[in-house]
């Protein structure tokens, strides 16, 4: 872990991440949007609708407490399996949610942006990883992001003829 990631860089991880999903969205067969390539599998827009829930639910949750915690912030694990049925993924506007996604990806990016020094690197402790820091967390963020963008790749081909 001797890699440094600065604020700078992670702003703009954050920001081609989004631009890359966008871009991929926009280009592809929204018909195919709704199509799960299996039984228990996601659709493009259950995987849109998943993004918005942890960049709002975990990733944005994260980061204010990082900024406004008086103690130090500890973290539990999450277990989202249930979001998909809480939050009724089935019958939403994968358009709305993408721009939902991409508003709100602004808001995660000026947080990391605004964020001093020393709130950068406060150190928080997670159930699961230990010892983490907004660094942590904004570089999970994008990297959540393309590992998604991956799948959604991968169920494009798999929904399409
Ligand atoms: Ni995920």
């Given at each position: 872990m001797?890699?440094v ?5 992670l702003?703009?991880?954050?920001r081609?991440?989004?631009e ?6 926009l ?13 228990d599998?996601?659709?493009v827009r ?12 975990i ?12 103690e130090?912030p ?41 964020a ?46």
């Amino acid at each position: 872990m001797a890699e440094v990631l600065t604020q700078e860089y992670l702003e703009a991880e954050l920001r081609s991440s989004m631009e890359d999903l966008r871009s991929e969205l926009l280009a592809a067969d929204a018909a195919l949007f709704v199509q799960k390539p299996g039984v228990d599998k996601w659709s493009v827009r259950d995987v849109v609708c998943h993004l918005v829930d942890t960049e709002l639910l975990i990733f944005q949750y994260r980061l204010n407490r990082m900024l406004t915690d008086v103690e130090t912030p500890h973290f539990p694990d999450i277990d989202h399996a249930r979001w998909e049925l809480e939050h009724i993924y089935a019958g939403q506007d994968w358009a709305k949610k993408l721009q939902e996604l991409e508003s709100e990806r602004s808001k995660t990016i000026a947080m990391v942006h605004g964020a001093t020094q020393a709130l950068f690197e406060r150190e928080a402790h997670h159930e699961v990883h230990g010892t983490i820091t907004m660094g942590f967390i904004a570089d999970y963020c994008a990297r959540h992001t393309r590992v998604h963008l991956n799948q959604i790749r991968r169920t494009l081909t798999e929904v399409g003829n």
